[in-house]
Structure formats: structure tokens, C-alpha cells
């Protein structure tokens, strides 16, 4: 580049990574942002406006009018190819977020369109530029730590959760996904310490605790350099998130904490072996309590910056381009990494197609169950299957295979393909499958996507009936008038955004359902069961409690009935609700007709011998701390868990009256109160031993 020449650099790609670029180009004062490309134009937005970037594009190609000189290319990895070679061949040179592509192959046709051009290609391996791992090297190479016997790489991580909808995010994609996004890193490291890699043995585990959609979440690997042996540990389960490097050494032990920015030694000491130990362990602990503050202080004021490895690289890059020097990290770095992971990254791909791949029914099922591994999911398909009719099931990760008569699609409920692939065929679907905790991703995904989903692919392939299980939390818990019979026609919830996520996303599903009916696309029942009770649900407090650090504050003085219904009392009503006729987007509420109060739930369960802490709180107390926490999320400007309106909601809706289920399906309880709780909570001691109440 010519040295008094202003650098304009287009961004391609306006994801997570992006603002580090960007906040690390406006720090160089011969660089000039002249775009941003993004096929979301609502992100690239977001990004100009962040950065004052002039343009976005809708395309790299669509960019060329803004005349770069150098293109970052900031996309997921299976696109990084293609797009590097369009900007070598506009004349731009170019730097490549990691992995620099998915296959040597790609990377050689990179390097040779670069050569060809005469540009210079460039690869952001952040982490070995990562200022406190360059302190660390410097150590290393003085000496520090004697001679190098071997190093390991911690590193946990997290992806945002899919919300659902058509376009499922990359990293869920494929099975190699997390090692190429994290894998990097640890070669990167490894070799920075011990040399040239000479061979990787990697493996990787569904650990079945995260994300399904990710699938391989745990990874580990054995790297054999030209001076030592490193490991590498990767998860996606593990939290506190680390990000750590481990160098092991003959007077003495190195940890770098990338997070924190900051390294801890532990050196020998002429004295005896526990006194090492607790000398070294006392030193260590108020050193790194100096660093982490003395950090901490360096962030608040702007010199430590976010993802500083990300920072410093971009800026090596562009002054070496500016002086005309070679890169820092030279294609050909990238080229070899890829070489490592390829072949592992196809055998991941191939064992996660594998791993989900589902097996030819022996009969062809016509029933589908969504939910198929929920509470109420679980005792639906044991009913079904002593009819011995054939199934489909609709369900997140593998299990045991359940027998011959069960067919399995596995995948996310909120992708509309997934959904798709397990109705069709179907003549009959239920539809049980919802989110039950998480953040708003997780419920805008498996409760409101995916009841959308599973409606338009009734619709689509001709569905003879849906039945789907909404919640009595739908109604209008603040409103209702006490002793006002609850039914069918009860009001809705007029402020479900209040109530909380769960209530907001089935009221919105229930809607999506009615609306299908209403334009004639479906035909639907649709069941409102109140509290789910049965075995299983043995830690569930009752309707009208706040479950809060493993105690239940029940509000008011407990006497208020909990609108309760056995297990097997609403599977009878499921199955009835697809054997007779009903008229097209009907509603049942289902409740059984005794009711218990709180107190009683609470006493069936200490009688059971269960250790349970329970306060009766008073309802004004609870207002009180509704009204403190909500001020408290308006000043920190996040949502929070308790607010008024939600306090005045807790109140669990009584009588209820269910005469629609009992003439139009013919529905009646055959499961009492007393038989319900007996089998829910068998007793085990007597009441002369209970724990008194707080």
C-alpha cells in the first residue's frame, strides 16, 4: 500500500465478530470503513449505525462500488472460500476470520488466486496474537520456566440458541462446526508453544446435556509437537466459560487465563515440598488478585479492550500492510491448520448424519407425537402403544430405541423442514411439544415456531386433525373474580408480556392454531389442561407458589385451590379428543373436579418423606419485592423475573368448570384426587415426623 494513502476497508459479514473488527479499524487513523455486507440487512444496520460505517451492501459484489482496498471477510466458515477469492479478484487484499476455509483444497485455490493477483491474504488467528499470550511467550522463550514438557488447552464456550424459524444458524449445521470455530485456537496455541504440529488425535462426544442442535459439544485431542505433547479440552457444557493455556515446564508451571488477562507461575522453592506448595499458592493468590484489579480497571478505562486478541491482530495486519511488510499470520499458517482439521471435520459431519440418521419403520406409523420425550409426551405414547398402533415421534436428540412400532425424527421443532419431515404422511398429529425453560430463544423456537411449524405442515400435507395441548395459563389470571366459574369462554390474558415467557409463547401458539381453524387451513381440538400432576412431577409446587432458591413461597395463607388434573385423566382426554367429533377449533378445559388446596399438595408430599422448605408469604409482601425488582430491571434495563402484575397473576384460577370435556368428549376423571396424589406421592412416613413450617 502506498504509505499516505487512506486504507478503505469493506466488512462482509456483520455477526459477532464483526464489532471487533470495526472497533479495532477506527483506532487506525490511515483506515476508512466505506461499507458494510451482510444478507441481513437489519444486522448490517445495526453494525453501520455502532460504527459510523457510511453504506451497507447487500453483497461483496454490490460493495464493489465503494472502491476497497481491503475486504475482512467475517462470514461463517463454509462461505469464507468464495468470498476471499471475489475480493481478491475486485484488486482488494484480503483478512480472513478463522477457520481460513473448510477444506486444503479451498485454501490452496486462495493462496493461488492471491499469488496470481499479487495481494496479500491474511488469516486472523487471534488467539497466539492475543496480548497476554504473547507476555506469556516471552517468558516461555527467556527461560521462565526451564525446559517445555508439555502444555494444555482449556476452553468452554457458548452459541446463542436458535429462535426458530427457516434459516438455522451455521454452527448447528454441521458436526464439525465447534472444533472448526475453537479448534483453531488450540493448534494456534499448542504450536506457538511447542512447535510444529506433527500429528492430532481428536475425538469428540454428544455429551447430551447442552444444546441438541449442536450435538458433538464435547472435544477433546491428543497433539504430538516437534518439542512435546499438548492437549486440548473443548466443551460447550463446562461453566464458569474458560479460556486457558497450561504450560508445564521444569522449574516451574505456567497458567494463562485469556479471560482475565492475566498469568499465574508456580515456581519451585528451595524448601520442603509442602511449603512449596503453600508459599507458591499464597504468592500466586495475590498476584493474580492484583492483575484481575488492576484489569478490571484497565477495561472501565478503555485501554484493555473487548476480545483483545481480535484487536491486536487486525491492527498487526493492517500496519504491516501499511508498511508493506509480509503479514503477521501468512496464508499459509491458515492452509496448515485446515490440513489438521479436515479430516476429522468430514468424519464429524458424516457421524453427526449418522448419529441422527432414522431408521425405516417397519409398519408406516399415521400418528405423530410432538413433546414425545415431556412428561405428558411419555405417558401419551405408553398409551398409544398398547393399542399397538405404529408411531412417529417427534423428538430433539437420539435415545434408546423404544421398538419396532416407533419411528423417530429427530431434530429442532422451531426448523420448519424438521417439522415438515415428521407430519407428513400423518393422519393424525398431537402436538404436546413446547419450551419449559430458557431465555426468550428457546421459547420463541419450541413453543411459537414450532406450533407455526407443525400448523403449516398439517395444512400443507392434509392432516385429518391436529390436537394440540395449550395451558389454562392462557386466561386471565389478574381479572377473574373470585368465585366466578372459569371456563371455555373465560378472557384470555390481556398483558402476557407481563406474565413471562412461558404464558406469552403458549398464548401466542394457541392463537396460531385458532387462526388456522378460522381460515378453514386445519382442523384442530384444542385441550387446556390446568396443573399436570402425576408420577414424575414429584418437585412441581403447587399453583400459586414461588419456586426460589430450592423454597417455595406459597402466597397468602395456602388454603386457595390449585386447579389439578392426574397425568392419565388427560391422556384419556387426548385420546378421546381423537375418536370422537367435535366441531373445528374446539377448546376443553381439563381440571379434575375435587381440587385440592396448597396446604393439603404440600402435606401429600412431607407425608411421601420428600424434604421440601415451604413460607407462606403475604400477598402485600410479595407485592412489595414485585414492585422493588421491576424498578430494579427498569434501572439496570433488563427483564427480570417479578413484577406486580405477575405477583397479582399467581392466583391459581377456581372453580373451574369443565362441562364442555364432559358432554362433548365424554370425558370424566376416572383417576380421583385421593388415587392421584396416593400414586404421586406414596406415603413413607407418618405425620407425627414432618418438618414444621417457616
Known sequence: MEPNKLVRVGLVGAGDVSPHHARALRSLPYVEIVGAADLDETRAKALATQFAIPRVYPSLQAMAEARPNVIHVLTPPATHAALAIEALDMGCHVFVEKPMAESAADCDRMIQRAREKDLVLSVNHSARMDPIVLRALHLLRSGSLGEITGADFFRSSHYPPYAGGPDMPPQFRNGSYPFQDMGVHGFCLLEAVLGPIQRADVRYYPSGMGDPNLVFDEWRALVECAYGVGQMYISWNVRPIQNEIVVHGTRGVMAVDCYLQAIAIRKTYPAPTPVQRILGAGVNSLAMLWKVTANTVRFAAGRLKPSPGIHVSVVRFHEALHKGEPPPVPAEEGRRFIALLEEVSQRADSDKRRYLAESEPARQPRILVTGAGGLLGRALVRRLRESGEPLRLLMRRPRTPPGDDIHIVYGDLGDPAVADRAVAGMDLV?????????????????????????????????????????????????????????????????????????????????????????????????????????????????????????????????????????????????????????????????????????RDYVEWLRRSGRAVRVSYVPAWLLKCAGWGVALLGKVLKRSVPLNPYRVKSITPLWPCDCTAAQTQLGWKPRVSIQEGMTATFPPAISLSNRTPEN
Open 430 to 598: 398431537y402436538h404436546l411439544g413446547a419450551a419449559m425453560r430458557g431465555g426468550p430463544s428457546e421459547f420463541a423456537s419450541g413453543t411459537v415456531w414450532g406450533t407455526r411449524n407443525i400448523v403449516q405442515a398439517c395444512a400443507r400435507h392434509g392432516v385429518r386433525k391436529l390436537i394440540y395441548v395449550s395451558s389454562m395459563t392462557v386466561l386471565d389470571h389478574a381479572g377473574h373474580e373470585p368465585g366466578v366459574p372459569v371456563n371455555e369462554g373465560s378472557p384470555c390474558e390481556p398483558h402476557a408480556g407481563l406474565r413471562g415467557l412461558y404464558t406469552q409463547t403458549k398464548l401466542d401458539a394457541e392463537k396460531i392454531v385458532r387462526q388456522a381453524v378460522g381460515q378453514g387451513r386445519i382442523r384442530a381440538v384444542i385441550l387446556r389442561p390446568g396443573q399436570v400432576y402425576g408420577p414424575g412431577a414429584e418437585n412441581v409446587p403447587p399453583g400459586g407458589t414461588v419456586a426460589i432458591a430450592g423454597r417455595w413461597l406459597v402466597v397468602g395463607s395456602g388454603r386457595r385451590h390449585v386447579p389439578l388434573v392426574y397425568i392419565e385423566n388427560v391422556i384419556d382426554a387426548l385420546l378421546l379428543a381423537a375418536q370422537t367429533d367435535q366441531p373445528n377449533g374446539a377448546i376443553f378445559q381439563l381440571v379434575d373436579p375435587e381440587g385440592m388446596r396448597q
